[in-house]
């Protein structure tokens, strides 16, 4: 439910998320800067917010991250200069990946594999799929009736987003229990040991972390310029850019399940095999589109990264064990949003000085170089036992 209200409200701004920030005067490399700075912070916190949960439990973590992306559409909203928005795009970073930590934590620990990817694909067809394609609708919708796309007509939607946040976290600070998974220890509990420990009992930790480092780029790297791609380029309008994202959420409604499904009896590689390429064809569709109804193809091929990254998580969770899940999320995390950082910089950087086309495909150049082929060497976890954790080399 707070996966699904929360992307509600993001899915309702993001089509005009990078717009906005630009119509506040900022360029497109500054735009970059301000996505890579608020990744990064992210990041840096994550090893500390993952081993704060191994200790106290996700929920109090849960409602900060909550919190915080309040602010950060509070702030969104009272913006009337882009560096105003920088503080709000740090704001909702942190808080996106505080929440999002809690939140797999939580999903990592009380799901078998068997089920994993089912269950987190469950999640996505409610949260991507159906409210998600609710929020570009209605985001469309309001923006139309409030002047278009320009700073008047979008900014009433962080208000507006504002609300429902606010709702997600008196949800969650009333129906969500508080328990936590940790191991008897002889031990106090001490940070920098403890994050050793998660390398010493996971499988190839150390080989993932580039994988999933250069699968989430598109966070940074793409995402918030695809829209601003289509608007300035391909001339699509409110309508055309929500669509796109509804097309998004519409793949993830037909195929998120019984994908999922799909992984959990054949395996997780398999399928992250067909939706890798399928992204990467977004982008290419997304380049070359030569009139805007192409767009909708690209928007509902770039469903497919919302499919392949919960079967991502999967592999992911099923690396370490339970009692070392926060610490081990908040390695990954920090490492994925570094790198993430450092691509989004690259690409506002590449659309000023190279061209806007090549930001889409630097990203494809990079995953098909180096995740695919590391991918290609991991073990399936699928029926991974944990008990019988290798040392990572």
């Known amino acids: 439910m707070r996966t699904s209200l929360d992307r509600l409200a993001y899915q309702m701004v993001f089509p005009y998320l990078s717009i906005y920030i630009i119509a506040l005067g900022a360029s497109k490399t500054q735009l970059g800067l301000v996505i890579s700075f608020g990744t990064l912070l992210a990041g840096l916190l994550a090893p500390f917010v993952g081993w704060y949960i191994d200790q106290i439990g996700p929920k109090k ?9 309040a602010v950060s559409y509070l702030t969104y909203g009272l913006a009337h200069d882009w560096r105003l928005a920088f503080i709000a795009m740090i704001a909702y970073w942190v808080g996106f990946s505080v929440s999002n930590h809690s939140c ?3 999903c990592g620990n009380c799901l078998a594999n068997r089920d994993r990817a089912t269950g987190m694909m469950i999640c996505e067809t409610f949260g991507a799929g159906l409210l998600g394609m609710l929020g570009p609708a209605l985001g469309a919708t309001l923006v139309a009736l409030w002047g278009g796309v320009n700073v008047a007509g979008i900014r009433p939607l ?19 229990s508080n328990q936590h998974w940790q191991a008897s220890r002889a031990t106090s509990p001490h940070l920098v040991r403890d994050l050793r420990e998660v390398f010493r009992e996971g499988h190839h930790l150390k080989r993932w972390l580039i994988i999933a480092s250069v699968g989430t780029l598109p966070l940074g790297m793409v995402f918030p310029f695809s829209q601003l791609f289509a608007y300035e380029n391909k001339g699509a309008n409110e309508f055309l850019l929500a669509a796109m994202v509804t097309g998004a959420a519409l ?75 926060g610490r081990w ?33 630097a990203f494809v150049a990079i995953d098909l170089i180096v995740r695919m082929p590391l991918l290609m060497m991991m073990s399936e976890t699928l029926r991974m036992r944990r008990e019988h954790a290798a040392v990572s080399r």
């Open 329 to 361: 999320l908040g390695i990954a995390r920090m490492t994925k949003m570094m790198v993430n950082a450092g691509g989004t910089a690259l690409a506002g950087v590449i659309w000023d000085q190279v061209g806007p086309p090549f930001v889409f495909l």
């Open 104 to 106: 797999a934590t939580v």
């Open 158 to 176: 962080f208000f507006l987003a504002l609300l429902f946040t606010l709702g997600t976290f008196v949800f969650v600070f009333t129906q969500l």
């Open 61 to 69: 973590i849960y409602l900060f991250g909550i919190g915080l992306l």
């Open 251 to 325: 793949t993830s409604i037909v195929f998120a399940i019984p994908l999922g499904r799909l992984a959990d009896r054949i395996g997780r590689k398999r399928i992250l095999y067909v939706t890798i390429p399928l992204f990467w064809l977004a982008n290419v569709i997304l380049i070359l589109a030569p009139h805007p109804i192409f767009l909708l193809v690209a928007g509902a091929l770039m469903g497919f990264y919302y499919i392949g990254g919960p079967i991502a998580g999967a592999m992911e969770r099923e690396l370490v064990p339970a009692d070392q899940m």
